[in-house]
């Protein structure tokens, strides 16, 4: 906005305390090697200092006055950009801790996204804090860094001027909206010729008579439409309508995360009801600011047509404006802040903002001023999701959010921009954050679907208001692909596996948005009547080689069985260390599941469903996966091309291989270089053969553990072999014995380190562990293998079998026999790459995988062969 520095001039009014000067930046030479002089744009005295990203990453200060209390309460310093690149860039500001680890500092996020000269103000309570600083009257060192953040990448085009650093006293107590009266009317575009009567009054600067016809215009047009709009209301209340929710609301009573709160008259929007011990979370305060509660009141209004419901919403949504005054230069990201996150922004301006004026706008509650307010409030909240712009779900959230903005409010001059941009951005992710599979590159189906259906409520609200042109031509076709991830990954039961940070989800809402779009597509009218219209798919397992998930099932009808598999990247975000991990479906209920999510706290479960130990894959010498230390690991770089991972499928059988190469230990350290490779053969329609190989980089013992976690409540333990207990569906897990193997179930370990917990719903769930140590090459071979309602385990052992190459030698392959109760036996082997020809129960093979089905009199029944061409008898 042109007038942003006059506005934090106001703002910041002087006080009568003295100001405390940093740095006047005369001495370019006191801030490092990579500060230059500035003689030519100096804000005030007699230089100031010149940063070029080119030639440096970092400048700064350690000789500085170091209690910065007794001048005055806010951080004060000019910026001139000569080209806005838009690149970040961070303030730190040191006061270190010595009674703790790490570095403790103070933190300002701020983006070369202006021309000019800039006054930057801040107050100190509003710097983010990074472990445990000492405090302002203890301050070390004030550094300016380009990257600070790993993941992004700095702009070495970008040039900063940096003159006259202080500490000085301001006014807290501010108020919003920060746009005068003139500013908004100014946004406006008054010429239009139904705005004639504001203009008249808003040229005489009466600003009431502008709000008066401004809000009669509003009420009276009948266009741009919201999904559900005001006139549509029943003209008669709905009987037995339950208001108990929106009285809670309309009493300032609270309950966030079953944690309740009784706000006072006016709500104190930074408060958090969650801030000691392991819960400890900015979740609550982040739900309170998102105005989910609004939808509450609003459905009591529309349902009841009591004007004291839409009132409350008004008389809400003018308070939050008032005693939220917009950041002037942060995101409200980091640090984060609880009115003015991005996320928290879009959630309002996307969903709960809309919903509850459109559907209230007619109610008395809603005054001229309150209106006025209202919109200013608005305004300033899309052009801040303009200039901070985040990524993956942030980012298409805060883009439907802005243009839902330039939809509904046409009448601002920004409202093309707005919807331009938004679009602009939506398009770019459906290319560069959407896999060409169909999964949004955080690889979490909770988020991804959210994804989806912002994008789909877009082309909504735009064929809804004539807006369709505003739209690429492609835009439908490129959502195409995320809806055939939620058919094809789909259960018999109607929902998909969650991996990363999410649950199951129900994919059947956006499927039916997918027949509704995309007409021809049989097969999504299939999943969204629930088989009772349309054609079924016509694959049934399926790879989706860039997200690195794998599909393998024997059908669609509900006793069917299905393993969805995870060998691809680490995510964008929203990460989980479960790299090779997989869950289980079969006979009409989840066989195997993973501990999946908990809410975003301080607390054990919370770390515990973040951790390698709380998935079906390996942990090494105790060690987690560690993807999170290697930025590589997260996306695929752009332009994506497909994984490297084996897949193999037809009518008979599957096969799929990945690996895990990151190592075991902790981001910052890897303690245990060791190499994962997991492969499944799914012999259909009855089991799974799983085989791990670990390869460590060193000749040392290792320790290695596999976990499997039931859905079952219980289980029962034969030697190795692990079962699901009781009549109803389950799955029995049996490894191919050998040496030094051995099995613990641990269910429901409350101290850390936390195992044996699932969510959906959070219970206490029985997890088989299985170990050993071995050193150098080492296999693990399990099978794993559904059982109906009622029926008796199927298979008798697993034995493993010596695996010779053409010399004789123990060759770099596994095998195995499989015995079942009658008297039937599967030979099963798999070899690596480079093995060759081995040898193993009789057979020869040159193949990656075999096997050899032989019935109870030894005749061969059937035979597998994957990327070989020799499989025989001696």
Known sequence: MRTTVILALCLFASACFADLMISDCDDAAQWGKSALPEAQQVKQGKGAVRWEFAQGSDIGLSNLPHDWTKAGNALSFWLYCPKATGSPFYVIIGSENRAVEGSDYYMLVLKANFTGWRRIMVPLKDLGVARSPLGF???????????????????????????????????????????????????????????????????KQDYAAAAKALAAYLRQREKPLWFTNWRDRPKDPTPRFSTTAADQALAHQFSMINTPWQAGPRIDWSFNAMTQGESATIEWNAQLNRHFHFKQLADAYWNTGQDKYAKEIADQMVAWAEDCPVLLFQSGNGPYHYAWETLNTACRISSTWPDALFRCLDSPGFTDQALVTILKSWYEQTEHLMKWPSKANWLTAESTGVFYAGVLFPEFKLAPKWRQTAIERLYEQLDKEVYPDGLENELALGYNNWVVSEFAQVLKLAQRNNL???????????????????????????????????????????????????PKRQDFLWAATKGEKGVKPADDSVAFPYSGHYVMRTGWRPQDLLLHFDAGPWGSGHQHEDKLGFQAFGYGKTLLTEGGVYMYDASRWRRYVLMTRSHNTVRVDGQEQRSGGERSSYVLPYPFQPLSNLWLSNSQWDLVEGSYDHGYGTPQKKLADVQHRRSILFVKPDYWIITDTLLPADDQPHQYEDMFH???????????????????????????SFAGLTVEVVKGV????????????????????????????????YVVCPTAAGAQNPVVSVQTLPVTDAQGQPAKATACTITFADGTRHLYCTADNDAGTVSFGGYQTDGRCALVALDARGEVTRTILAEGKLLAGK
Do not use: C
Not at 170 to 178: F, L, Q, S
Not at 719 to 730: E, Q, R, T, Y
């Open 137 to 203: 009257q203890q301050i070390d060192s004030l550094h300016l860094n380009s990257a600070w953040d790993p993941a992004v990448t700095p702009n070495l085009e970008t040039v900063l001027i940096i003159d006259d650093i202080e500490v000085i006293a301001v006014d807290e107590n501010a108020k919003g909206p920060r746009l005068t009266d003139a500013e908004f009317y100014e946004a406006l575009d008054l010429d239009r010729p139904a705005l004639a009567e504001v203009k008249a009054a808003a040229g």
């Open 468 to 518: 369709l042109d505003d739209l690429p031509k492609d835009y439908l076709t490129r959502m195409e692909k995320m809806y055939d991830y939620q058919l094809y990954a789909m259960r018999p039961d109607w929902q998909v596996f969650g991996f990363n940070d999410s649950w199951s989800g129900n994919p059947l809402e956006l499927l039916q948005d997918a027949a509704t779009f995309f």
């Open 710 to 736: 039931f859905a079952a409540a219980e289980t029962a333990t034969s030697d190795l072999s692990v079962s699901s207990a009781g009549k109803d569906p389950g799955v029995q897990i049996i490894p191919a």
């Open 750 to 781: 409350q101290e850390e380190p936390v195992q044996g917990w699932v969510n959906g719903p959070w219970r206490p769930a029985p997890t088989a562990l299985y170990h050993w140590t071995a050193q150098g090459r080492t296999t693990a071979t």
